[in-house]
């Protein structure tokens, strides 16, 4: 769920599916021991997770410093072919040594004790089936979860009741709410197609999901759609638990 792994341009700076939408196009998987890059009309790349004799580079993710394992040149050609760019991109690893950043940073309302490596912000992003059936039925064209990409997704409540869960337990981790999540651009990037029309579902939340003026300080013209989390308790949960709501 932390995202130890980030595409990069030649420079360090961070690359997402803002500036290359095909990337929502690639997956990484791990194989006994191996990475396995996958990606449309490119055959699988395995490389090894542990590449000590590769460089260390410095990156930058948003405004803020962080390094990275570079993970080889075979790993760099695929990325530059599968995303049919000019610019040559590269992929870094983070390691348990690096200094990790802290969100609280750059997000004031996230914990002191937060670290995070490659993430925008946190770690954990919560979202229900049922808010993207609802805004599904104010589309033209209905919208997968994937678009949103939440690592934690939740059936069975109401269209938004997430936006009230500020602590809960899913498995035997607890988690609390941090803030709302404030969607951007990313959200045109079609996760089927790879094609960004930066127009919907960006456009529809903008109409119904903006937050109340006491909190444009923190959100701006971001509409909200999501829960940011931090973990208050680690564990294990997986697909199937429930989640509780814990009341003080």
């Known amino acids: 769920m932390r995202r130890h792994w980030m595409v990069i341009t030649e420079d360090g700076h961070m690359v997402t599916g803002r500036q290359e939408p095909r990337l929502v196009l690639v997956s990484l998987t791990s194989e006994g021991g191996q990475m396995c890059l996958n990606g449309p ?18 990156c930058r993710v948003f405004s803020s410093d ?14 530059t072919r599968c995303l ?7 992929m870094v690893h983070y390691e348990p040594h690096m200094k990790p950043r802290k969100p609280a940073e750059t997000e004031f309302l996230y914990p002191q004790s937060e670290k995070v490596a490659y993430p925008d912000s946190g770690a954990v992003m919560l979202l229900s089936e049922a808010s993207v059936k609802d805004l599904s039925s104010r589309l033209e064209n209905d919208v997968t979860v994937a678009r949103f990409r939440p690592n934690i997704v939740v059936s069975g409540c109401d269209a938004f009741d997430e936006d009230s869960w500020d602590d809960i337990q899913i498995g035997n981790v607890q988690m609390r709410r941090v803030m709302a999540c ?4 990313f959200t045109t990037v079609d996760p089927e197609t790879g094609v960004m029309s930066r127009k919907q579902p960006l456009e529809m939340l903008k109409s119904y999901r903006m937050c109340d003026e006491a909190e444009k300080h923190i959100y701006k013209t971001a509409p909200l759609f999501g829960q940011m989390f931090s973990i208050s308790k680690d564990g294990i949960l997986q697909v199937g638990d429930v989640v509780y709501k814990i009341s003080h």
Do not use: A, Y
Not at 44 to 58: A, G, T, V
Not at 84 to 90: A, H
Not at 182 to 185: D, L, T
């Open 84 to 90: 049919v760019s000019e610019k040559t991109f590269r």
């Open 182 to 185: 404030g969607r951007c651009i």
């Open 66 to 79: 962080i390094q990275g394992r570079d993970c080889g040149d075979e790993v760099s050609r695929w990325l």
């Open 41 to 58: 009309d490119m055959e699988k790349l395995r490389f090894p997770l542990i590449q000590p004799e590769n460089p260390i580079i410095d």
